[in-house]
């Protein structure tokens, strides 16, 4: 092991005198969290919508009312008011609005008489999210126009739906912790393993220690060794500023932080031998770059990271049963939302013990020993 | 003496390219072995075979007495490398470099102190030890290089082009070094290069590579008794693409007395002045004959120049062209100047 160790020695110093990497590592995850998770926020907010009131009536004046409530609370929709109906289209279409609400004349007249009453919603459909978002939001206002008032007690005759929330509620900022975790682990295993091997290559250094006694297996392993220490470490420096940041209410104690320090080694021991295999011959650090944007595309996004797997196509749906990172999002959210105990991780910890294992095969039979 | 490095009908091929052709020799312990020749000769591509860094086609190859392929782990730790290209890592210190090496060898902790202080005193960077290697000068790193190579105390040390890039101080340091561990170490040296001086300097046999082959092995000074006439006059003329009066001022040359013998090249560039090489007894009488033929037939003499004969006669007479002729460096071109060191020179 002599041999091994001062592979791992020689990795872990040159890692540590170019801190601008470490810092890359930590920084790109902790900058996605605060952008993706302050950007989307789960639901849509401050859409803005023109409301054109033709009519003056109760009814256009309830309309206007229980779309103000709109925006007072969830607020989907910032509303403001035009006269001008064709100018509310043009402001649609210049993308200044996400869409325009027409209440004709004698709409509550049409609503007294019972003669097919109906408003006119243009909305800019090329935002298919925005478009869905504002039409359900009107249709809610419209749903009990005709109600004069909103009684105090419910009607308990009528049937309800009672949700009940098993766990905590998760912002989707914090919900999207793990992922960043995730994602820290791939950059990790991007720039330290298999990446110094490449850079050797690149610059001759692996000629000279090629010469020497070392083995394939004490290369690979020297580099997994290395490569999964620094990317532990920037893991869960990754998971203390998502949990800092996000307010996150962590589940379980001494017990969890086990289970994710086992899920975060066992997710970068993965990767590293993944990259091992695919930069087993690479040696030029532009293939890496190349390389690495695409895999954390088909990695990281149909890992459920970011959106539930359950709502992806089946041919996604399919691929994702292969990926390790789907197993360590899982397993990072079981026990970081949820206090989940072994077995609950049990299905994620023996895929992602099985893909290390394989990888680290492959990528020790698949490392060339000579130039 | 037993042999150190015996090589039989060796050949390297890629593809249809043989960049060792049918090579056969071999190195008596204690013996400094050179093997020179041009870039792209295949003299790297003979030391990566012998080193165990890249596999051979044909033929047979023992280092220590170990077959390179089938026995490459016993041949790795009976012999030290220095490559051509710069090899230490710029991100840690000598002294990491060196006791990172050490480790490669399983060298025993006490052993790996004392010899790290030992090479590092006798390549003059014990004071430089703690600091990075990318604060080295090209020459300390060489030094540094050549101390890496003999950590383990290995029989054999192999160098591929020791100096090249280096200035000429710096390459007499490395040359008064390696004398010095050839001494002290009784080391056997097999090393690659293209500097006829070096060559000289340094070894106790030369082989003259070129496209692939030996084309001559024997002594400097053997090497030198080949070339009749100990003077040479060198006299660069206008280039004659027609090729008619060159042709006959060489055959009137060559039947002077005094004239053993006439070779024409370029000087290494394709498209050059013709240069010619004529060997000659008595080189400070034959110039002003020499001229006088040469302006008579209306030859513009360029330049004219007398020396005594080196290693780089040598090479001339045996391939007719200057060793400074450059080989053609390879380039990926899917990803731009990547590639170029698996194929060797």
Same mark, same amino acid.
């Given at each position: 092991m002599m041999r091994v160790w001062a592979f791992v020695e020689r990795d872990l110093r040159k890692f540590i005198r170019n801190p601008l990497a470490m810092l890359s590592t930590i920084l790109l995850p902790i900058v996605y969290l605060l952008i993706i998770g302050n950007a989307f926020q789960g639901t849509l907010k401050h859409l803005p919508l023109a409301v054109v009131d033709q009519d003056h009536g109760p009814y256009a004046k309830r309309m206007s009312d229980r779309l103000r409530s709109i925006e007072a609370g969830p607020n989907t929709i910032r509303v403001i008011f035009e006269h001008d109906p064709a100018f509310a289209e043009a402001e649609v279409r210049s993308g200044k609005l996400k869409g325009a609400l027409m209440i004709p004349p004698h709409f509550s007249r049409d609503i007294l008489r019972g003669t097919g009453p109906q408003l006119g919603l243009l909305l800019d459909n090329t935002d298919a999210v925005a478009a869905s978002a504002l039409n359900q939001a009107v249709s809610g206002a419209l749903a009990f126009l005709e109600v004069d008032s909103v009684p105090i007690r %419910? !009607?308990?005759? %009528? &049937? /309800?739906? =009672? &949700? =009940?929330?098993?766990? /905590?509620?998760? !912002?989707? !900022?914090?919900?999207?912790? &793990?992922? %960043?975790?995730?994602? #820290?682990? +791939?950059?990790g295993a991007m720039i330290t393993g298999a990446f110094n091997l490449v850079m050797d290559r690149y610059l001759g250094v692996h000629e000279s220690y090629l010469s020497t006694p070392l083995t394939r297996r004490d290369i690979v392993l020297g580099i997994m060794i290395s490569g999964v220490l620094v990317t532990t470490l920037v893991g869960l420096f990754v998971l203390g500023a998502g949990i800092w940041l996000t307010g996150l209410p962590v589940a379980g104690g001494a017990t969890s932080f086990l289970a994710v320090l086992l899920v975060i080694v066992l997710t970068a021991l993965g990767l590293l031998g993944m990259m091992c295999i695919f930069l087993a011959r690479v040696d030029h650090p532009r293939i890496v770059g190349l390389f690495g944007g695409f895999l954390n595309i088909i990695l990281f996004f149909p890992s459920g990271a970011v959106y539930p797997i359950e709502s992806f196509p089946p041919w996604l /749906? #399919? +691929?994702?049963?292969y990926n390790p990172e789907t197993y360590a999002v899982h397993a990072l959210k079981s026990i970081l939302f949820k206090g989940a105990q072994w077995d609950a991780i049990q299905g994620d910890l023996i895929f992602l013990g099985s893909f290390t294992l394989i990888m680290f095969l492959l990528s020790t039979g698949m490392y060339r020993r000579t130039l | 003496m037993t042999d150190a490095i015996v090589v039989k009908e060796l050949v390297k091929r890629y593809g249809s390219l043989s960049a060792v052709d049918h090579i056969s020799f071999d190195v008596a312990s204690g013996e400094c072995f050179g093997s020179l020749g041009p870039n792209g000769a295949g003299k790297t591509t003979l030391i990566r075979v012998l080193t165990g860094l890249i596999r051979k086609t044909e033929g047979e190859a023992f280092v220590s007495g170990y077959d390179v392929t089938k026995q490459a782990d016993h041949v790795r730790r009976a012999i030290g490398v220095v490559s051509q290209a710069m090899t230490t890592d710029l991100d840690l210190s000598g002294w990491e470099n060196l006791d990172i090496y050490a480790r490669y060898y399983e060298v025993p902790l006490k052993a790996r102190k004392a010899r790290i202080a030992l090479l590092l005193d006798l390549i003059g960077l014990a004071s430089r030890a703690g600091d990075l290697v990318a604060t080295y000068s090209g020459g300390m790193r060489r030094r540094l290089e050549i101390a890496r190579g003999l950590i383990h105390r290995p029989k054999i040390l192999f160098l591929d082009e020791p100096t090249i890039g280096l200035d000429p101080q710096s390459r007499r340091v490395v040359w008064e070094l390696l004398q010095q561990f050839r001494r002290e170490e009784q080391l056997t040296i097999f090393l690659t290069t293209h500097y006829m001086d070096e060559a000289d300097l340094l070894c106790d046999r030369i082989a003259i590579i070129d496209n692939g082959k030996i084309i001559a092995l024997d002594t400097p000074e053997n090497h030198k008794k080949e070339i009749p006439g100990s003077d040479i006059v060198d006299v660069t003329l206008e280039r004659d693409d027609t090729n008619e009066g060159i042709e006959t001022i060489i055959a009137e040359m060559e039947t002077l007395p005094f004239v053993h013998q006439v070779i024409r090249h370029s000087g290494g560039q394709e498209s050059g002045p013709d240069v010619l090489n004529i060997y000659s007894d008595n080189g400070a009488q034959a110039i002003p004959v020499l001229m006088e033929r040469l302006q008579a037939r209306g030859m513009k003499i360029l330049a004219m120049g007398l020396k005594q004969q080196t290693l780089e006669d040598v090479f001339i007479h045996y391939t007719g062209r200057s060793i400074r002729s450059e080989g053609g460096k390879k380039v990926s071109y899917l990803i731009g100047a990547g590639l170029p060191r698996r194929w060797g020179n």
């Open positions: %419910a !009607d308990l005759k %009528a &049937p /309800r739906v =009672l &949700p =009940l929330e098993l766990y /905590r509620r998760i !912002d989707y !900022d914090a919900s999207i912790v &793990p992922g %960043a975790v995730i994602m #820290s682990i +791939f950059m /749906r #399919s +691929f994702t049963r | -």
